[in-house]
């Protein structure tokens, strides 16, 4: 769901979705300034400072001040606080969010990732729950998967193609564990990576 069209603008609702999440999944007591938000958000200082006022104005924001900066965070007394949580929960989409990262990148030969993973209050037991054919940039990953999975432990495996396809010969225990992880979700498979294992 677009929640940009119920809360009237974009930047208001990104900025809703960072707090609720940050509260709900990562520190309950999550607090960020201005120029941080814009950072993590991707949109204009004029707009994020406009939204939180907006927001401050209807108490679902309160901020403090600490060495000459001011700091937003939830307020939890507000009267839709819990229908604002409920909301933005269910609607954050990591699968979305994944396949915003990937889109135009080229040379990707194959992306899967585990089901569960998409719940953000589970804890997992998979092998790995990201698995890549691609030369990655781990820096450039790793940022991106802080931010998406708020900090929970996201454990990923990058391969060339040759690497997967010479342990896939021989049946590399590890590879088709991974491959034949229970719900695997096959986001990118160029090399019909699905029928070969379904065969093995």
């Not at 990937?102 to 030969?109: D, L, P, Q, S, V």
Request: charged share 35%; aromatic share 14%; hydrophobic share 40%.
């Amino acid at each position: 769901m677009n929640l940009a069209k119920l809360f009237g603008s974009n930047c208001r609702a990104k900025i809703l979705e960072k707090f609720v999440l940050e509260y709900k999944i990562h520190d309950e007591n999550a607090w960020f300034f201005i120029r941080e938000l814009c950072r993590d958000i991707d949109e204009q200082i004029n707009s994020v400072r406009r939204e939180l006022i907006n927001l401050e104005e209807l108490k679902i924001l309160k901020s403090k001040e600490e060495n000459k900066k001011k700091f937003y965070f939830l307020s939890k007394n507000s009267i839709v606080f819990n229908e604002l949580v409920e909301i933005f929960i269910k609607n954050y989409d990591v699968l979305e969010e994944l396949n915003k990262f990937f889109k135009g990148r080229k040379n990707i030969e194959l992306i899967t990732v585990a089901e569960n993973i998409t719940d953000l209050q589970k804890t997992t037991n998979n092998i790995v729950d990201i698995f890549v054919i691609w030369e990655i940039d781990k820096l450039e990953f790793n940022d991106f998967l802080a931010r998406t999975f708020f900090w929970r432990k996201i454990k990923y495996a990058v391969m060339s193609e040759d690497d997967f396809n010479y342990r896939l010969n021989y049946n590399d225990k590890l590879v088709l564990n991974i491959l034949n992880q229970k719900w695997n979700i096959f986001l990118k498979d160029k090399l019909n990576i699905q029928k070969k294992v379904d065969k093995k």
